[in-house]
């Protein structure tokens, strides 16, 4: 193998003499230095003499550690990735027509968005929520809402992702709480809620508590579902933001996995089993413009994990070294300029995504710099997953890159990039410590800033923004949020609590404090007072009270 | 001369701030003063920054949709403690439809998607410091 690979780099020497450097002479390059979306150098070919890797340990066969190739045996010959939009504003009764819309459409998935007082922990009526009601996502103060969000959404057959992260135990009790309703099992129930909460810190923004107590909720969660839910993804563990707020490709996937650490350390400490929490795990990453960066990215991530999950922390399940994952498209990478080109970002975007062996996909709507996407948008980026799912062929074979000498290299690449990242992040205590010290936060923001530079340099083109401009008026039949909306939601919540057994409510708000001050798992009182209809807010002002806020340290 | 004094604050609750601090750091690199609120800020604790700091300009960021709620909020709270002469100005998704109501409500100008930094940073000059 070593001869042929020096007669290789030989005759790639004698190539370059012979026929490259006399077509440089005529025809120079576009510019001197290539390099991937994320700045990663590229050569102007790969030949096997830059792939080091050893076939069977490196990339193995699909279903089998390392999951190079993926995390099932047929992949998407035996079914395709779920197809999942994430959805939701306004009202519960506008967003539950929209998922039955989705779902009549073929969609295979929901994906529930909430609003921020919602993923903030405020219910419609604080002075908080004032303007924000409804807009990013669904308004949820108590069960009654939920229960109208779900009606007539069958809870044993359809599978429910939620993106929510510091009240993530409030939702997932309400969920569980509407399936008792249905006559469905809390084991029965499939979906994933986001759990998050480094990344939040680190650069989504809705935090509530401070990091100690959030970590024991994130792992209360999981020792809950290990017994009660248990097919249940109790984690997202999300690059999925960190890479919108700016991040490369190798740092979406080292500091994901770096979170990913913490929260297994974190189990680990609270006296859980690796191999009883880990098979729920699950991630979600990004999918931007560079495919082959973009699918590089995600082999080099399964490689990583499945290697973090088995040597470091010696787990014996195969379903443990496996990084199953969600994917969406990136919001930061869609322009409002000619918003039509976004259906061919979206579509090299989720094509990536495909061909990197994702579970599920979110394709974003070319209106989403915008506003919140309009029905007819968002079936445009649900039918560009159904084209790629039917027509392209992309689903016949496993891993259809494999073996691309410049794929491989990426991966190779990136996996390098990332675990230079989590030793760093090792070095200084863990994901937690480096984000409070700001690290990752730094990183990003750089990352961000140059990547802004090389816009206004013109040295990135991004077509329609910076080069290929045109004229076009202002565009139209955009999606609004009625302002009436907050006023609805305000009576629905008072209309709640005046029918409410108040004595029950503040029944189960006093075990839920008891078990906050001590060490009892949060889930069984946070579902005993979802229960009794108390709201999201009473219950996040309890865990306020005991547990106190995230203060952020804020720098430039 | 004094160097312009910019506060850039995030209005509501929403997280988003890669806008916000990539145009802090344009500001910053422009030569101006910049103070950054950092996420979640009232309308009322904004004017009071914007008081405490004595800056020339308050720059919104604000991706959430509750631009209408807020950014008159805003303007309200800074003319309310006799901020007159700070200049507003915001940024972020905000459809076209709503630009002529907060331009009335005192929004000096508004920076949508793919604005370059640049083009902010030469509208403040030219309003702060007319030639």
């Not at chain 1, 102007?44 to 080091?52: E, G, H, I, M």
């Not at chain 1, 998922?99 to 968005?113: F, I, K, P, T």
């Not at chain 1, 500091?255 to 690796?274: D, K, Q, S």
Request: glycine share 8%; aromatic share 8%; charged share 20%.
């Amino acid at each position: 193998m070593s001869d042929a690979r020096d007669r290789i780099a030989a005759e790639q020497e004698r190539w370059h003499k012979q026929t490259v450097a006399p077509a440089l002479a005529r025809f120079p390059e576009q510019k001197a230095e290539f390099t991937t979306n994320s700045g990663v150098p590229v050569q102007r070919l790969y030949t096997p003499a830059d792939v080091s890797i050893d076939y069977l340990h490196d990339l193995g066969f699909p279903g089998e550690y390392p999951f190079t190739r993926g995390v099932q045996p047929t992949m998407y010959r035996g079914r395709f990735w779920t197809m999942r939009q994430y959805a939701g504003y306004g009202t519960a009764e506008e967003s539950n027509a929209r998922y039955r819309y989705l779902l009549e459409n073929g969609q295979s998935g929901l994906s529930v968005a909430f609003d921020l007082p919602t993923q903030i922990g405020y219910d419609s009526d604080s002075p908080y929520a004032e303007g924000e009601v409804g807009k990013v996502g669904v308004a949820i103060d108590t069960l009654a809402d939920m229960e109208t969000l779900l009606d007539g959404i069958p809870l044993d057959k359809v599978s429910t992702s939620m993106t929510i992260n510091a009240p993530a135990a409030v939702l997932l009790a309400m969920y569980i709480a509407v399936a008792e309703k249905q006559g469905v099992r809390p084991s029965q129930l499939a979906g994933t809620i986001q759990n998050d909460i480094l990344k939040e810190y680190a650069a989504r923004g809705t935090y509530i508590f401070p990091p100690e107590p959030s970590m024991r909720l994130i792992t209360d969660i999981f020792a809950y579902c290990a017994r009660e839910v248990p097919r249940w993804n109790t984690i997202s563990i999300s690059g999925y933001h960190i890479r919108e707020a700016g991040a490369t490709a190798a740092q979406e996937v080292g500091f994901t996995l770096a979170n990913g650490i913490a929260y297994v350390e974190a189990a680990i400490r609270a006296g859980l089993p690796v191999d009883t929490f880990a098979p729920q795990l699950s991630f979600f990453f990004n999918a931007h413009n560079d495919f082959f960066e973009e699918v590089a990215k995600f082999r080099a991530a399964r490689r990583l994990w499945a290697r973090i999950m088995r040597e470091r922390f010696k787990a014996q399940n195969p379903k443990s070294w496996m990084l199953r994952f969600h994917t969406q498209t990136g919001g930061s990478t869609l322009t409002a300029q000619q918003p039509m080109n976004n259906i061919v970002r979206v579509t090299l975007q989720a094509f990536a995504a495909v061909c990197g062996g994702t579970q599920s996909l979110h394709t974003n709507s070319m209106d989403e710099a915008l506003a919140l996407p309009t029905e007819e948008s968002v079936r445009v980026a649900l039918r560009t997953q159904q084209i790629i799912a039917y027509e392209s062929g992309v689903a016949g074979t496993i891993d259809p890159l494999a073996g691309s000498y410049y794929v491989e290299h990426l991966t190779s690449e990136i996996e390098r990039q990332a675990q230079a990242y989590i030793a760093k992040i090792d070095e200084m205590g863990g994901a937690v410590r480096a984000i409070e010290r700001g690290f990752m936060q730094r990183e990003i923001q750089e990352a961000a800033y140059q990547y802004q530079r090389q816009v206004e340099s013109g040295e990135r083109v991004i077509v329609g923004v910076n080069r290929f401009q045109v004229e076009e008026p202002p565009p139209t039949n955009l999606l609004t949020v009625d302002p009436a909306v907050q006023e609805a939601q305000q009576r629905k919540l008072a209309d709640v609590k005046a029918r409410r057994d108040q004595a029950a409510v503040d029944r189960a708000l006093a075990g839920l404090r008891a078990a906050a001050a001590g060490t009892d798992n949060l889930m069984p009182p946070i579902l005993a007072a979802v229960k009794a209809y108390a709201t999201l807010q009473e219950i996040c002002d309890v865990l306020r009270d005991v547990f106190g806020e995230y203060q952020p340290t804020e720098e430039l | 001369m004094r160097k312009i004094r910019i506060l850039v604050a995030k209005p509501g609750l929403d997280g988003h701030d890669r806008g916000a601090k990539v145009v802090a750091r344009a500001f910053r690199d422009a030569g101006f003063e910049v103070v950054y609120t950092g996420l979640r800020q009232t309308p009322d604790q904004i004017a009071e920054a914007a008081l405490q700091e004595d800056v020339d300009v308050v720059a919104l960021s604000i991706l959430s949709g509750a631009h209408n709620t807020l950014l008159p909020r805003t303007v309200a709270a800074l003319r309310a403690r006799g901020l007159e002469d700070v200049l507003v100005v915001a940024g972020g998704v905000i459809p076209a439809a709503d630009i002529p109501g907060l331009k009335a409500a005192g929004i000096a100008e508004v920076f949508t998607p793919g604005t370059p930094t640049g083009a902010a940073v030469e509208f403040i000059r030219q309003r702060v410091r007319p030639a």
